[in-house]
C-alpha cells in the first residue's frame, strides 16, 4: 500500500510541475492536478480511479460548458429515471470492480511475461571465476568514472535459486549469499 501511496504522490508531483512554472503557488493548482489524476485511465486496471470510487465517470468542467452526449442524455432524465439509472450505476459498481482485478491480473502475468523474455539463464558452478557489479551505495562506488565490476573472486557454493556464496582469491569465504544476477563469468 505504501508503495502505491508513493508512485501516487509521484504522478501527482509530475503533473503539477508540467501546470507551474515557479513552486510559489503550486497549492493553487492542487484541485485541478487532483482531477487530472483520477480522471486519467490507468493503463495496469483499465480504468479510471473515480470510476473504481464512485461507480461511474467524473463530469469533468469541459462537460459543464460544452455538454457531451452523456450530459445531453442525463439532463433529458427526469428525476425519478435519473435516480433509477444511478441506482443500477451503483449496483453494478462490484461487477466493474471484479473486472478491474481481471485485467489487472491479466496485465500482471503480461508484464510478467514481457519481463522473463529478457530473462538470461546464467548457471555457476563451484569453482568459477566470477565479477561483481558494484552499485551506487556501495563504499567501493568513487563516482562516475570508477569501475562496475570487481573482482574476481571464487564461486565457493552455489545455493538454490540462483544465489551464491563467494570466497575471495586468497580463500576467505564471505558471510553473506549474493544474487546470481550481479555477477558475472571471469575469462581468463
Not at 492542487?30 to 495496469?44: F, M, Q, V
Request: proline share 4%.
Amino acid at each position: 500500500m505504501n508503495g502505491a501511496v508513493e508512485g501516487a504522490n509521484k504522478n501527482i508531483k509530475r503533473i503539477l510541475r508540467r501546470m507551474i512554472d515557479n513552486y510559489k503557488c503550486w497549492h493553487e493548482n492542487l484541485p485541478y492536478a487532483l482531477l487530472g489524476y483520477c480522471t486519467t485511465i490507468r493503463t495496469s486496471i483499465g480504468v479510471t480511479p473515480y470510476l473504481l470510487v464512485y461507480g461511474t465517470e467524473a463530469v469533468i468542467p469541459a462537460e459543464v460548458e460544452i455538454p457531451s452526449l452523456r450530459i445531453i442524455h442525463e439532463a433529458r432524465l427526469s428525476d425519478a429515471e435519473w435516480v433509477r439509472d444511478r441506482y443500477e450505476q451503483l449496483t453494478l459498481i462490484n461487477e466493474k470492480r471484479m473486472s478491474v482485478v481481471f485485467h489487472g491480473q491479466l496485465y500482471q502475468q503480461r508484464m510478467i511475461h514481457a519481463f522473463n523474455k529478457k530473462v538470461r539463464v546464467q548457471t555457476f558452478e563451484v569453482g568459477q571465476l566470477v565479477l561483481k557489479r558494484i552499485f551506487p551505495h556501495q563504499e567501493e562506488y568513487k563516482g562516475k568514472f570508477a569501475p562496475n565490476w570487481q573482482g574476481p573472486y571464487v564461486v565457493h557454493k552455489v545455493l538454490s535459486r540462483g544465489a551464491l556464496v563467494l570466497a575471495e582469491m586468497d580463500g576467505r569465504v564471505w558471510r553473506k549469499a549474493i544474487n546470481s544476477d550481479v555477477v558475472k563469468r571471469y575469462y581468463i
